[in-house]
């Protein structure tokens, strides 16, 4: 496995020779990689000749600094997790990635407002800008993004029709702890009680008859609900629960 933190090295690997015309198999996170990530690095695996995996904690995305501040940082740990699954990693630093001071950005005006959006400002300016970037230095025939973050699956899918990307957005399905908490970076932060009384949500909102009901349910389980709606057969919901904020979705 090649690890690269400078994109100038990366870009000149990229374009070398050796590299050949493989399929490329892209998986972007922000690290604290868990069994989430090591299954869409799987299914790279499984489907290309060579999975690329990008560590980048992207600034733009997080619309409040102390969010920023505590997202785990495991590199050491992430790279442990994804010896053997990806090819290279590229874990560039955000002064590089954006040389250009994020003066040029990706911005969706329709889907992108509401749910996350609506409560994250700008957010998802930052989630499709850094995924432009790294579409343009990875160049995969796949990119993978797990249907757990439903709204930037979505939103991925939009941008790669809206500027007619050469990949395909593959979408995986949420890997979920046996109690049904799906797997998140965040889920570490969670205390004990907070984990144990997390796993309510997942069951909550697919018990529910409804949204509405679905959103009273988890205020009396003691969450604070941010929103919970029905749309194209799927409930997204997100809730916080110890200061941890978690979002999910379940089919209907
Ligand atoms: O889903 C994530 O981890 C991030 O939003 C992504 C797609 C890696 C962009 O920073």
Redesign the pocket.
Known sequence: MHVFTQLSAWQAARAASEFGNPSVGFV???GALHAGHRALLARARAENDCVVLSI?V?PT?FDDPTDLDRYPRTLAADLELAEGLADYVIAPAAAELYADKYGYRVTESILSLRWEGAHRPGHFDG?LT??LKLLNLVQPRRAYFGEK?WQ?LQLVRGMARAYFLPVEIVACPTIREPDGLALSSRNRRLTAEGRTRAADFPRILRAAPTAVAAATALQSAGFSVDYVDDTDGVRLGAVRIDGVRLIDNVRL
């Open positions: 972007p996170t922000m980048f992207n995305q989630v850094v995924v973050d930037q």
